[in-house]
């Protein structure tokens, strides 16, 4: 988890990032406040906005399990998460929804990177950043966004 709060502070719209209890209290969290004016190009103000860390380290060959969460005051919240999940094949996936009261929908995913670095990198500097621009911007639609 080191490596990971040591990342976040990287990004450069990060303002504060801490360890976090968990509900299970047998894995790891870091929360990270940040700017999201600077994050999202100003398309939003929100001083609540926060990206969840979990990690659950494997014994090998597994990969680590783990879990990036964006939650923000409009109510919209999505993750990028490797670990079981009914609602889609495999471990690795996306889910999202635009308001608390509402169900997730989930798709499937392939991570580019598997080691903390590369996947801080990867989804709150990256995969993050367009899905909170699609959301809070009706310019913008995912699909403008070429990788």
């Known amino acids: 988890m080191t490596i990971i709060i040591e990342e976040l502070k990287k990004v450069p719209s ?30 939003i103000a929100d001083h609540d906005a926060k990206i969840y860390a979990n990690w659950w380290p494997q014994p090998a060959p597994d990969k680590a399990e783990f879990k990036f969460h964006y939650t923000d005051s409009s109510g919209y919240d999505c993750g990028w998460h490797r670990q079981k999940n009914e609602h889609v094949d495999g471990l690795d996936h996306f889910q ?36 909170v621009q699609t959301q809070h911007d009706p310019n913008f639609r995912l699909s403008d966004f070429t990788d």
Do not use: C, M
Not at 36 to 42: K, S
Not at 115 to 131: F, H, M, Q, S, Y
């Open 14 to 43: 990060t303002e504060i990032v801490n360890y976090a209890e968990t509900r299970t209290g047998i894995d790891h969290q870091v929360v990270a406040t940040f700017d999201t004016g600077i994050f999202a190009n100003g398309i």
């Open 96 to 131: 999202e929804r635009t308001d608390s009261e509402e169900e997730y929908e989930y798709e499937a995913v392939e991570f580019e990177q598997d080691n903390p670095t590369g996947l801080v990198w990867e989804i709150a500097d990256d995969k993050l950043k367009r899905r």
